[in-house]
Every structure is written in C-alpha cells, then in structure tokens.
C-alpha cells in the first residue's frame, strides 16, 4: 500500500519559519519527481515546488522563489519544504505530491500529473 504522509505543519508569525517533511511508502521514491501543492478554502489547491529525483532542478511557483527551499533523501523516502520569512498569503493546507518518472517535467503546475497524494499539513501564518 503506497503511503504519503506530510508533518510539520504549525501556527507562526509573519517573518518565522517552518518546515515541512514528507515521508513515503510502498513506492520506489528515487523514481518519483516530488512536488508541494497548497490550498486555501476557497481556491484552487496550486502548486509551490517540485523536485527532481536528483534532488535537482527544482521548480519553485514566483511567490515562493528565494524563501521557500526543496530537497529529498532518497535514502530516507523523504521530502522537505524549508519555508522562510513566512507571509499571511503563505497560509494553507500543504500538500506532497508524486509523480511517476525522474523529472518534473514543464507541467509539474498542473495537479492532474501527480500519482499519490498525501492527506497535507496545515500551516496558518498570522501578522
């Protein structure tokens, strides 16, 4: 049974920093491209990263690019998000996501390519 499960979802304040794990299991993690996806209620759940199997390149969404950083230990199955100088617009539930194949490919935005999903971690950012 594959399984994906994030953690390390928390409250802060604007300006603290978090970070996310995600770990997996049932599945041969160095052949999946990983990604994070966020949602507010409301909107569209949308993309933040992903990250080859090499651990590089990695794709970050414009908002995020310079605070947000990715990376994977293939030998641990595991996934994190380190998130820095976090803003109010950063609040949602944080999804792990994976996708068949080494790369994450020129569609890594579009949810529909992701094979496995986790349940997500909530992250609330006051100001």
């Known amino acids: 049974q594959i399984q994906v499960v994030e953690s390390g979802g928390g409250s802060v304040q604007a300006g603290e920093s978090l970070t996310l794990s995600c770990t997996t299991s049932?599945?041969?993690?160095?052949?999946?491209?990983m990604a994070w996806f966020r949602q507010t209620p409301g909107k569209q759940r949308e993309p933040v990263s992903c990250?080859?199997?090499?651990?590089?390149?990695?794709y970050y969404t414009d908002v995020v690019k310079g605070r947000f950083t990715t990376s994977r230990d293939n030998r641990k199955n595991s996934l994190s998000l380190q998130m820095i100088g976090l803003k109010p617009e950063d609040t949602g539930r944080y999804y792990c996501?994976?996708?068949?194949?080494?790369?994450?490919?020129?569609?890594?935005?579009?949810?529909?390519?992701?094979?496995?999903w986790g349940q997500g971690t909530q992250v609330t950012v006051s100001s």
């Open positions: 996501a994976a996708r068949g194949g080494d790369y994450c490919g020129g569609d890594w935005r579009s949810q529909q390519v992701y094979d496995h």
């Open positions: 049932g599945l041969a993690f160095e052949n999946y491209a």
């Open positions: 990250v080859s199997w090499r651990g590089r390149p990695a």
